[in-house]
């Protein structure tokens, strides 16, 4: 099992900025995927990137350019970015782990996910 802890979201006015964190415990395999879904109320949920233990990175065409992820093995955390904020962005952001490499953006049947934290942009 895997456990997984966000923190970091808030209220932003639009075109702010910023910085969630997740920290991952418990059977952590070498090789593995980290990433961060979002939820807006009424939709799906929906990866909006990903970044594998060897750093190669993924992102959704919706956030593309304004967002960037990191992650530190050592502390076992990874880390979202989150730049020039519309109120499109405004949802609960899930942090996510996977086993092994698997860069698609299609939530896996065997994902980790953590409880959520709130972010809300204000126009």
């Known amino acids: 099992q895997v456990q997984l802890v966000e923190s970091g979201g808030n209220l932003v006015q639009a075109g702010g900025s910023l910085r969630l964190s997740c920290a991952a415990s418990?059977?952590?395999?070498?090789?593995?995927?980290m990433g961060w879904g979002r939820q807006a109320p009424g939709k799906q949920r929906e990866l909006v990137a990903l970044?594998?233990?060897?750093?190669?990175?993924h992102y959704a065409d919706s956030v593309k350019g304004r967002f960037t992820i990191s992650r530190d093995n050592a502390k076992k955390t990874v880390s979202l970015q989150l730049n020039i904020l519309t109120p499109d962005d405004t949802a609960v952001y899930y942090c996510?782990?996977?086993?092994?490499?698997?860069?698609?953006?299609?939530?896996?049947?065997?994902?980790?996910w953590g409880q959520g934290t709130q972010v809300t942009v204000s126009s």
């Open positions: 996510l782990y996977r086993n092994g490499y698997e860069p698609s953006l299609e939530p896996q049947s065997l994902d980790y």
């Open positions: 418990g059977r952590i395999f070498s090789i593995n995927t």
């Open positions: 970044i594998s233990s060897g750093g190669s990175t």
